[in-house]
């Protein structure tokens, strides 16, 4: 394993969007791979992100609470081998706490810990934690990947687990590795869940095909992603600042169920946007939200 190095990078960064991730099949792998474009890395990548919101609901507090990030350049429904160096961005907003470990798991069959001790003394904080996973640990076939930033009870702002997960998928391929594709079914990659002590997850998915097809090939004219909404709600927008005041533009705001979301390019500019697709359910402590954000680039003539 490479020797752990955590960056801490501006705050300017954080409401930074990436560019767009494209094919990386033409760049040299000697260069050092780009974290947030994408560019470098030795397959295909897009930059995806997961979110776990918590917010108590009082008088004053923040509209979108506290959260945390877990985002990476991720191989989606590509084919991989040896090993998968993955740089986690991860992000803390509005001091949710302490993130102690940064893992990754392919579902049900590998499992890999990074400790960390990631503390933001101001309301936005980002950090890169390279890891490399091992897929000849790991059997052949379609593996759901789980990237979790991690903030322990003991470390938690309220004193309650909290954290972000994803439901990510990969093809590994490793000669006479043997074995055969994780239960886990394609139609939930791209998803994302954020996770609270008493609540559980909160679930989102937009797969198996739609996700994919939105970030991978240039968006031009009116397009659609279907995406099910596991919890209360159902929320979709457009480049959204919710730490300045903006929803950005709104898609879907409904109770939970599967959507059909329609997006009218005509109407963005060309070149990236972010979609961020989130579901919530409160109890009497507060309201927890997942949420995924999928990067897409706007190409009309």
Not at 227 to 244: E, G, K, Q, V, Y
Request: charged share 15%; proline share 6%.
């Amino acid at each position: 394993m490479r020797t752990l190095l955590l960056l801490a990078v501006s705050a300017a960064l954080v409401l930074v969007m990436p560019p767009f991730a494209r094919s990386t099949t033409d760049v040299s792998l000697s260069d050092t791979p780009d974290p947030f474009t994408c560019v470098g890395y030795p397959e295909p990548r897009w930059y995806l992100g997961s979110q776990g919101w918590w917010r108590q609901n009082l008088p004053g507090e923040a509209p979108e609470g506290r959260h945390v990030h877990a985002e990476t350049c991720f191989p989606l429904h590509q084919v991989v081998s040896g090993i998968l160096h993955l740089d986690v961005v991860v992000k803390l907003h509005n001091q949710p706490g302490k993130v102690s470990m940064v893992r990754i798991q392919a579902f049900n069959v590998y499992t890999l810990i990074q400790p960390v001790s990631l503390e933001c003394p101001t309301n936005d904080c980002t950090f890169i934690v390279p890891m490399d996973v091992d897929t000849t640990k790991i059997p052949n076939g379609n593996r759901e990947f789980r990237i979790t930033a991690n903030i322990r009870a003991g470390d938690a702002t309220f004193g309650e687990r909290f954290y972000q997960t994803t439901r990510w998928h990969a093809v590994i391929d490793n000669s006479g590795s043997g074995g055969s594709s994780g239960k886990e079914s394609r139609s939930r990659s791209p998803g994302a869940a954020g996770w609270y002590q008493g609540l559980s997850y909160a679930n989102l998915y937009c797969g198996p095909d739609d996700g994919f097809k939105l970030i991978s090939k240039p968006v031009a004219g009116v397009v659609t992603i279907t995406c099910r909404f596991t919890r209360s709600t159902a929320f979709a927008t457009i480049d959204p600042d919710f730490h300045h005041g903006s929803s950005g533009t709104v898609l879907l705001n409904a109770r939970a169920g599967t959507w059909t979301i329609t997006i009218d390019s005509t109407t963005l500019t060309n070149g990236p946007h972010r979609l961020f697709l989130s579901t919530s359910a409160s109890n009497g402590s507060g309201t927890l939200t997942g949420a995924l954000v999928l990067t897409f680039n706007v190409q009309n003539s």
